[in-house]
Structure formats: structure tokens, C-alpha cells
């Protein structure tokens, strides 16, 4: 087991946080690792920041001259990685001086005095052998000398110290219908080339068969190990690119033949999509007939109608089913006047133009949509399952429920369910945006999608393949994508909004240009591109909350976000945690504070209620032990009865206690009824029938919530409000705190939505952020509806918005998130409002035509189109990085384990560290 974490909190710079790689500066993996870094970057510097507690992260600081962080991760990930190999070729390692050079401003160990923490430099190492196969190492560095690669020996005089913070193997019968299983066994992929890590394959029913290839590539979209993918129906073929790490060859055989198993194939081939062949076909056969060939006329204009035949269906649509006037009706009339006037040439580029236009939306529609779905996370579809005490690789679709699994270093937890056995470091970023590693013991549950970055565990399956969270919110995520604002998104309704002054204008041109100029004008729309760079904006902002972990179920409240004025918190498990933290302890009689809370916490260890994990919480601090409990003595009722470590335990409220007969000294009256004026909750104990005393329980606020409430406010939130169910005195103590504007105590949750309504009727717009499930009718009635529930209630959450991460740290992103958003549909509006309005005053006063209208038009259409891919580069980006940094944390770990593999001997294995987050 390690304790790695890794952030990049900026250009350039990278922040690790280990215990164990970091502890020993002087250690071989440590100037291993330093060598590695050095080697994908000879400008790199190194420093080290030391914890002063045992508790608290040694932080490594690598500030890196490449302007990728991908790359460069990636480097030291591949160095890494030859560190393990067994048959790369040793170099000597310089020896580290004997004297460490720590330049200290606190204090480790207890060096000094000081209490800060402590900044540390790795020495320079005197170089004395560089010859392949020697060690100069002398002692440190012999374990890792024989493991090194040939690298340039480390130049540390950069380091700084850091003052801040028929190929188808057999199928089980399992695998689909026996119908479609006899038909995909009767025909055979076709392997056409194949190299280590890329299949290019070939299969009949994949042959204009659109529907089958969608099925295919939905199925390999999940797919851990499965890098890239292509279908083409016009051909038949399937290209894909997998990690020869992730998954064996013929696994991958295996996944593609049962994904065309429990596919319906139709019977009939999809009919031609000639419509962009045509179209590009269309453009020079038009110049060669009305320029040069004018007998070829009757031909390029049957081909230009033909190509044309798409935006007339459009048009009939928008104008008979949808009953409004919309920019197909435009480009409707723009083709009929060309043909009128003879210009087939312009026509046929204007042809061209709609169907790029629709071929790039479509395309890049789908890449968005695959992002959005993927960002969380794939699962493996083979598992190792634990039976008879030995591991047995299975395929997903035959785990059961109850099985149990083995999970290792660097796999993905294919499953959501119970650890059993073992301990790990998970990284749950995909799912929850967390940015470090969680630890999971037995007990803790673990989600599908989710990768393990160190340890093993043994899981108990719980919900598997369709059924785990992960599954969900990629179904939730494909409905949002196709969502559209009532009946139309913001940019159709930009777009239709301009038809009618086009028309207008049009008409006026007619008037004083002719037919030409008319359908210059008419061409000259402000709604084409905006139409489609919108819809493209949305899907990829969508993606990228998903990689942050902000899930969006309804897409309308990414639009409505920007508009928010007023925000209304539920106070309980939103401001708070839902887990109270005990305040006051006070102890009667001859028992101390530690003797109480040790009596107690016996008492409550087998709930799981959060006054018991409270409880259980703040006497781990005290460092004794949990006292056993008598079973043939141990009641449950309004209260526990125990008897533990021979004595009558009894814990409950001041009530039960009254009701069992114990004297309650007349203070602790005084004290309920200060408690419960501030909101807390008080939990008594009487040993052998003795008041023994009390144990104070306050809501615990979340530490990111001050920091949030000012993020809002300096981005234009105007209103924050608490609404609670809890008495006046805390929850205006809270507002109060937190400088609200508002507040309202002791409301029903039924009531809710009625306060929502009266702020809305002040005229805000209000975005509530609560409980998804308790606080329904108030999120459906707010604007935008936000919940901290997380991925355990992702199914029956009512909030148009979850974080996964289930806290506030999302809540300004999201904000930012909505605003770029609203700002990159109105830059794609000015880019096509500017040259169309310059194009329509040149048809008016500089002669300009038909031809001059169709590019001036497009082009700007292609650039709008260009700018709604905007969020889409930042994206790949994000999900780039993302991969990078998990690649990195799994070879330190591989690289750590091999190390400790390697001095297996001592008498003790690194402690695990829980990751604490690192301030950037």
C-alpha cells in the first residue's frame, strides 16, 4: 500500500503527495524517482515540503518548462514504468551525500524547536560511476540500481526549496438470443490487419446496417481498455484501438462477438446516404455547366435539385408539423430563387455548405455525446471472482449478486458493492470529482467505474452491468444530451427571431435589386449557423461538468444557471454535514471525560446512525480501546441497555432515562434547555443506575461554505438565503455567521416550495440547493434545482443538478460553467450577426450577389460552428489530464510496490496515510 496523490493546480506546476515516497529524502526510490522526472525534464525543479505531524502529507512540488502537463506526466509515467521492467538495463546511481541538506523554517522530528512545517532539498549526489552494470550507489542505492534503465544520471542543482503550501473464439450460450447468436456464428468477423493494440475487422451485418454499428459502438463505449473505436457502415468495418495492459485479444473478440449477439439485425440494408457525395459532386459540375459547358445545364441542375431535396423536407416539417417560421423556410425559398434566376452555381455551393454543416453538427453531436457518457468512467467486463480461495476470471454478465471479487492495484472496480476483506486507495474522481484518493476498508462501500490506484480488496457484489450508479448516470446523461428547451434550444429561437426582418429586408430588395438581389438578401440569414453552433456549445459544457463531477439531468438548468439571482440553501446536510461532531462532554461522579465517551462509544459501536459515528469518531482521539459487550445483557428500546466491562451501562435521552428511573441532578435541566435553544441534541449516560453525564452533539458546518458564499457574490448572486426546519436561535446564528440576507426557520419540508414561490413572486429567479429526495416539491419549483446527494441516490433524486462529489466545492464552477456557456452562444451570434449585416448592406449599396451571399454567409456559419466547439477542446484537455495524473498515480504505485516487494524482509510495511487535500 502507498499514500500517493497528484494534483496539477496550474501551468506548469505539479503537486504529489506521499508519506512514503517522500519520507527518506536520502532513500533510492526517492532519487529514483527524482532521476525520472529529470529525465523527461532536465529544467525541472524539485522540492519538498516536509509535514510536522504524523498525520500531516510530505507535498512534493515539480515545476515543470513544458507547456503540456499531459505530456510530461506521461514521461515520467513511461520512466517509471521501465523502472519495473525486469529486462531494462541497469545504470549506476551517484550516491547521495551523507549529510542531508534540509533547510529548515519548523520543525520534524523534533530537529528544533519551531513549529512551522519544514522545507526540504534533495542533495546534489557526488558522481562516481556512470558505467552500464556498476553500482556506485554505496548502500542506498543498490535495491533500485539493478531495476534502472539507461538514464541521465540526476543534476539536482535545480531543486529549490518551496516556501508555499474467424477469429470469434466460442460464446456460452449466455451471451444473447439463440436466434442472433446462430446468425453472428454463422458469419464470421474477418480480421483485414491487426498489429499489437489495433484491430481493423470486418463483418457482414455491419454493412449499411447504421443501427447495428450504433449498437456496436454503444457497447464499446463503456469498455475499460477499449481506447478508440470506429465503425463504418459503407464498409462493414470496425477499427479499435485497446490497452494491451487492460485487456487480452481474445477478450476483446469476445466483448465485439457478444455485443453483435444481442444486437437485432435487420433484415433490409440501410438505403444509400449519397447526400454529401452528391452535394460535392454537385459544385464543380455546376461551374463547368454555367461558365463553360452550358449544355451540361440540364444535368447540373437536376443534380443541384437533388442535393437540394433535404432542406425542403426540413422546411416542410418546420412549417406544417411544428407550425413556425424557421431558417429552413429561408434556405427553402434561397434554393427556389436560385433556380429562378439561373444561378446554379451558387445553389449548389449552398447545397454543399448545409450538408458540411449537417455532416460536422452530426459528428461532432456524437463525439460530444461519447464524451459526456464516458466522463464517468468504463467498467470492465471481465472479473476475477473469488471462489474455493482461488481467483477465477469470469465475464461480468455471469457475476451474480453476493458474489465476491478480488479488485487489484490499477484495475477498475467493476461492480458497486461492500469491501469484505483488504484496503486500498481508490480513486473516485470519474464518479465524484474528488481530486485525491479515498481509502477503502471493509465495511466501506465502492462504486462501479471508480480505479484502484493502490492495495487490494475484496468486494462483495451489490448491483452489477445496468444496475450500478455509474450505468445510471450514463442514461441520464444520454437523455440530457437530446434535450431541447420546450420545443426549441436558445439558438433556434435566436434563429427564428431573425426570419422575419430577413424577410423583410428581402422584400425590400426585391423591390429596388431585383430577384438577385432579393435572394442575396434572403440568403444573408442570421439563423443558420447560430442553429447549430448553440446546441453544440450545450453538449459539450454538459461533458465538461460531468468530468468535473456535476451531473446535469436536465439541460435546461445549465442555460437558466446564468440567470440566477437568488440563491436558497436548505440548511441540514447542505450548510451542515448530515453527521453531527460532538461538542461539550461533561462528566458526573467519579468519571473523567475519556472514561464516559469510552463507556458510550462501547455502548453505540454496533450503529451506524450518525449520533453513533459521532460519538464513535471523537473518542478514536482519546486512543483507548472499545470496551466488549455482554450479549445476553444488551437491550435496544428507547434507549441501550448494556452491561459492559461488568457494569449497567444505560444511554439515551433525558426522557428514557426519567423513564428507567435515574436521578438527573437539576443543572443538567438548565443544560437541555440551553442545547436545545442552540439546536443540539444531548445524549446521557448513567453507570449502575448513576447519572454518569452528558455528551453535547452540534451540526458540524462544512468548511468550504464561507468560501462558497463569497464566490456567489462575486458572481453577481444578489440574494442568499437559509430556509430550515430547525429551531430560530441556530439557524439565524448560522445566517448571522455567514452574513445571509435572509433566513426562515421552522419549516416543513412540504412548506418549502411556498417560500420558494414568494421569492419568485419578488421577481428573482432562484436557484435551491438541498436535499434531492426529502426537499422535492421545492426543487421542482425552483428555477434551478441543485442536490448534494451524490451518486448512492442518483435514481430517485428529483434535482435537475447532483454533485457527486456531495459537497459545495462545484456550486461557483458550475456557475462559471453557465456563464461561458451564455457567453459562447453570443459570441457565435456576433459572429454571424457582423459579416451577414455587412453582406446585406453590400447588396444594397455595392452590388454584391447571390455568390458573394452563399460564402459570406457559410463562412461565418463555419466559424460559429468552430467557437460552440470551444468547450469541447477544454474537454479533451480536462479528460487528458485526468488520464495522465491516473497513469503517473499508478506507476508510483507499481513503482512503490515493486520496491516494497523488494525489502519484504523488514519487519514492518508503510503505514497508509489518508490524502488530505492539497491547497493549490
Known sequence: MNDVAITCPGAGRLLIQSRTLFGDLKHSTTTA?????????????VSVLLGTTADAPHVAEIRHSGTSAVAFLRAVSSRLRMLNAPDTIPVAISRVNSKPALHATGRTGGNNGSDGPTAAVLPRPKHESSKQGTNGNGGHGQNVANRLPLLREPDFETLLPNHGSTLSPPLSRSAGPALK???VERQPWQMLKEVPGRMKLKHPFLHRRKSVCQAIERELMSVLGIDSYKTHPGKGTLVLKYNTRALRRDQVLTIIDRALAKTEIPPKLDPLDLDFPLAVTSVPLAALAQFMYPVLLPVAGALFLFTSIT??????????HERRLGVDILDAIVVTGCVVTGQIFAGSVLCLCLSFGRV???????????????????????VKLWKDGQEVEISLEDLRLGDVIVVHTGESVPVDGIVKEGLAMVDQHALTGESTPAEKAAGDRVFASTL???????????????????????????????????????????????VVPTLALSALGLATLGPQGAVAVLNSDFGTGIRMAAPLAMLTSLALCASKGILVKDGRALELMQDIDTVLFDKTGTLTRERPEVGHVVSY???????????????????????????LDEFETTGLSLLPIDDSKYEVGYGIDALIDGHKVMVGSLRYLKMEGIAVPAEVEEVVKAAHAEGHTLV???????FAGVIELRASQRPEVVEIIKGLRARGIKHIAIISGDHEGPTRKLAESLQMDEYFAGVLPGDKADYVERLQKQGRKVCFVGDGINDSIALKKANVSISLRGASSIATDTAQIVFMEESLHRLCELRDIARDLDRNVRRSWYMIVAPNAFCILGAFTMGFGI?????????????????????????LNEQAKKEAQQELTLALSQFLGGEADSESESSETAAVVEPQEINA
Open 181 to 183: 447468436l446462430a446468425q
Open 311 to 320: 432542406t425542403f423536407k426540413s422546411a416542410y416539417h418546420v412549417a406544417v
Open 589 to 615: 461522579g467519579p468519571h473523567d471525560r475519556k472514561r464516559l465517551l469510552q463507556l458510550v462509544a462501547s455502548a453505540e459501536q454496533r450503529f451506524s446512525h450518525p449520533i453513533a459515528k459521532a460519538i
Open 851 to 875: 455568390m458573394a451571399s452563399v460564402l459570406t454567409n457559410n463562412v461565418a456559419a463555419m466559424g460559429a460552428l468552430a467557437n460552440g466547439m470551444l468547450p469541447l477542446y477544454r474537454m
Open 33 to 45: 524517482f527524482v532521476a525520472c522526472i529529470l529525465d523527461a525534464d532536465p529544467r525541472a525543479q
Open 360 to 382: 460536422l453538427v452530426a459528428k461532432t453531436q456524437d463525439d460530444s455525446k461519447r464524451l459526456l457518457i464516458q466522463a464517468f468512467g468504463k467498467q470492465s467486463q471481465f
Open 452 to 498: 484502484t490506484v493502490a492495495g487490494k480488496v475484496f468486494v462483495e457484489v451489490e448491483k452489477a452491468g445496468t444496475d450500478t450508479a455509474s450505468a445510471k448516470i450514463a442514461q441520464i446523461l444520454n437523455d440530457s444530451a437530446g434535450y431541447k428547451l420546450g420545443s426549441q434550444h436558445k439558438g433556434e429561437q435566436m434563429a427564428d427571431r431573425a
Open 684 to 690: 446521557m449516560a448513567a453507570l449502575d443506575r448513576e
